[in-house]
C-alpha cells in the first residue's frame, strides 16, 4: 500500500479564496482523522470519521471549515473562506480502529497571503 | 476531549546524554501511543502501551506505561543526532488526541 496520500503538498492561495486539501487513507482503515498543525497550537484534532461517518467534530474551528468522507477511499477538508491565520500544515491520518497505530500523509502546507 | 500534558516542551542535550520525556493525564488511560515526527516530516508511530505497569524497549528507547495508567514515559539512552524531531504522546479513545510533545534537539 503507498501509504495515506494527501494532495497538494503544498498550497499557498489568497486570503477569501477557498481552499480545498485532500486525502486518500489507506484501503480497509475505518477511522480517517484531520488534524492541523501549529508552532502555537500543537497537533490539534480537527474531525475524525469512522466507516464514513463523521463521529467527532468539536475541533473544527469555525463554521469556514468543513469536511467530508463520500467513501471509504476519499475525505476532504475546506476552507471557505480561508484567512491568514489558518496557515499551517494539515495532516490526514488513519488506522484500522481508533485506538491503534495512526499512520499519516506527508500533510499539505497551506499559506494563506 | 480531555488531552494529555507533555513535558518538558523543549529538551537540547549533547549527543551522548540519556533524554526522558513525561506524558500525564488526569483521567485513567486506556492505552497511550508515542510518535516521533522528524523536522519537516510527519509524525511516525513508535509504540503503544496496553498494560499496567508496563515496560518496552526499543533499542536505546524505553516505554513505560504508570501504574495507575495515568502516566507515560519515553527514555532516551545515549541520544545521537539521528534522535532530533518531537516526541509526542497520544492518548485514545477513539479519537487519538496528541499531547504538546517534546522537541528534542541534541549538538553533536
Known amino acids: 500500500d503507498a501509504g495515506v496520500i494527501q494532495s497538494p503538498r503544498h498550497e499557498v492561495t489568497e486570503m477569501g479564496q477557498e481552499v480545498t486539501l485532500r486525502c486518500k487513507p489507506i484501503s480497509g482503515h475505518d477511522y480517517l482523522f484531520w488534524y492541523r498543525q501549529t508552532m502555537m497550537r500543537g497537533l490539534e484534532l480537527l474531525i475524525y470519521?469512522?466507516?464514513?461517518?463523521?463521529?467527532?467534530d468539536s475541533g473544527m474551528p469555525e463554521d469556514r471549515f468543513s469536511a467530508k468522507m463520500p467513501n471509504a477511499s476519499f475525505s476532504t477538508l475546506k476552507i471557505q473562506p480561508s484567512e491568514p491565520r489558518d496557515s499551517a500544515v494539515y495532516f490526514c491520518?488513519?488506522?484500522?480502529?481508533?485506538?491503534?497505530?495512526?499512520?499519516f500523509g506527508q500533510g499539505t502546507r497551506l499559506t494563506v497571503v | 476531549g480531555q488531552q494529555v500534558m507533555q513535558i518538558p516542551q523543549y529538551q537540547h542535550v549533547q549527543e551522548g546524554e540519556d533524554f526522558t520525556t513525561y506524558c500525564n493525564s488526569s483521567t485513567t488511560l486506556s492505552n497511550i501511543q508515542w510518535y516521533k515526527q522528524r523536522p519537516g516530516g510527519h509524525p511516525v508511530f513508535l509504540i503503544q502501551?496496553?498494560?499496567?505497569?508496563e515496560v518496552k524497549k526499543q533499542k536505546r528507547l524505553t516505554f513505560q506505561f504508570g501504574e495507575a495508567k495515568k502516566n507515560s514515559s519515553l527514555h532516551i539512552t545515549a541520544t545521537q543526532t539521528t534522535d532530533v524531531g518531537t516526541y509526542f504522546c497520544s492518548r485514545n479513545n477513539n479519537d487519538m488526541r496528541f499531547g504538546a510533545g517534546t522537541r528534542l534537539t541534541v549538538k553533536p
Open positions: 502501551l496496553v498494560k499496567s505497569g
Open positions: 470519521f469512522n466507516n464514513n461517518v463523521p463521529i467527532d
Open positions: 491520518a488513519s488506522s484500522t480502529t481508533g485506538d491503534t497505530e495512526a499512520f
